[in-house]
Each structure stands twice: as structure tokens, then as C-alpha cells.
């Protein structure tokens, strides 16, 4: 049995980037929603911070990551990310889950 895999990334805009990183953020959700070993894809916004925004991403294995990141939108998102945020990013193996 293979496991799945959690991805939370959290994400803080530069300063007077915060409506581009949430389109970009934004238009990464329908795509990555679509993938075939994608079991989870949320975006948060911080209520104390509205400047810092937090995925949560579930994959059925590492593989499902691997095609994840090989999409043309994650790479789109790849190529702007850093001009637009502070990041990081957690890649996580179950433990308890349910």
C-alpha cells in the first residue's frame, strides 16, 4: 500500500504583491483540483494576516506529486512564485490521518 502525501506550503506576499500572488494562487485550484492523484487542494488566507495565504494539498502517493509538479500550471506557478512571495514549503507523511 502506498501512502499519501501532504503538501502544506505557506505563502507570504511581498509588499504590494498580495492581489497578484491570490490570482496566481487562485488560478492554480481548478487544475490542480483536476489532477488524477490529487485528493485535496485548499487555499487559506490568514485571518490575522491577510497577506499570508496557506495550501493544503493531499496526494494519493509521491508519484501524484511528481505529476503534480510536472503540470504547465504548476510550472507557471514556479516561475512567478518568488517574485511574488516568501515561502515554504512542508512535504509530509501520514502518521495518524484520517
Do not use: C
Amino acid at each position: 500500500m502506498t501512502a499519501n502525501v501532504k503538501i502544506v506550503a505557506v505563502l507570504t506576499a511581498r509588499a504590494d504583491t498580495v492581489d497578484r500572488l491570490r490570482a496566481l494562487l487562485d488560478a492554480m485550484l481548478k487544475p490542480s483540483r483536476a489532477e488524477p492523484g490529487n485528493l485535496r487542494y485548499d487555499l487559506w488566507q490568514d485571518q490575522s494576516d491577510p497577506n499570508r495565504f496557506v495550501l493544503d494539498e493531499l496526494y494519493a502517493d509521491a508519484d501524484a506529486v511528481t505529476a503534480h509538479r510536472a503540470t504547465p500550471h504548476f510550472q507557471n506557478y514556479l516561475s512567478q512564485i518568488g517574485d511574488l512571495a516568501e515561502r515554504a514549503a512542508f512535504v509530509l507523511n501520514p502518521i495518524s490521518a484520517t
